[in-house]
């Protein structure tokens, strides 16, 4: 059952102690997620996207990055003053997110993130859930104006002596709330059933990380059925390397999605 608004915060309220929370809040992430990709027609660029897979090397977006642009714009803070709220805005910029959805079979997401078939989907074994969040999709813009002006007023003293929040589930409370606009979304995305990993960095357009430090271990990639004999080689050399198997995306008669395992 996906996680909801009112669940989420009713999760954050009836935990006596973050690892509660935490521990609840992994339920609700899959134990196997998926990611989307294109292949750029440079043949550099090509190469460069492969050699990070091999790698074992994911890239994390920064909002300029993402193809919505309302994203964390899921919160109103009218109430608060206005150096709160610039304040706000500025840790946006600080922000990265990695996505990933969990459906494989999902015509929209091969047409829109693997280039129309042309590309490729990797699958993920999930190895540390307390790194993810599961993206709620609604439409109301949440009212956090008491929680951010109560994190802006003691986030000083916060930085100073971390234990504050590490150690007081009430002050953790506060975190807990102000973060929900980092994984809401629009109902019309809906669609993706979207997982994310957050971060933050001074780095300006995203970064690399790997994905053993995000708790993820690629076991499988799949081709799209559109992808040309080249980049299917390519995909084989990587699968090979990983020691990963390597299938193919098709359809049945009646147009559903399937898998076409390869030798």
């Not at 440079?42 to 994911?58: M, P, V």
């Not at 714009?73 to 805005?89: C, F, P, T």
């Amino acid at each position: 059952m996906p996680l909801t608004k009112d669940k989420y915060f009713e999760l954050i309220e009836s935990s006596p102690d973050y690892l509660h929370f935490r521990c609840a809040l992994d339920a609700y992430i899959p134990g196997t997620l998926y990611k989307y990709f294109s292949i750029p027609d440079d043949s550099y660029k090509a190469e460069k996207r492969f050699k990070q897979l091999k790698s074992g090397e994911i890239w994390f977006s920064k909002r300029s990055g993402l193809n919505d642009p309302f994203e964390f714009e899921h919160i109103a803070l009218k109430g608060a003053q206005n150096d709160a709220r610039q304040y706000y805005l500025n840790k946006q910029q600080e922000l990265e997110v990695c996505c990933f959805s969990a459906l494989l079979y999902n015509k929209l997401m091969w047409s829109h993130y693997a280039a129309g078939y042309k590309g490729y989907c990797v699958e993920f074994k999930v190895e540390s859930p307390e790194r993810f969040y599961p993206v709620i999709y609604e439409n109301e813009i949440h009212d956090l104006s008491q929680e951010y002006q109560r994190f802006y007023d003691m986030r000083s003293e916060m930085c100073a002596n971390p234990s504050l929040v590490l150690n007081n589930y009430e002050n953790r409370k506060v975190l807990l709330r102000i973060n929900y606009p980092l994984f809401s979304k629009d109902t019309c995305w809906s669609y993706e059933e979207e997982y994310r990993i957050l971060d933050s960095s001074t780095v300006s357009n995203g970064e690399l990380q790997q994905m053993t430090t995000n708790g993820l271990r690629v076991t499988k990639i799949i081709a799209g059925a559109f992808c040309t004999d080249l980049n299917f080689q390519r995909l084989k050399e990587v699968a090979g390397a990983l020691n990963v198997p390597l299938s193919k995306i098709g359809w049945d008669s009646n147009l559903r999605l399937n898998e076409v395992p390869l030798p």
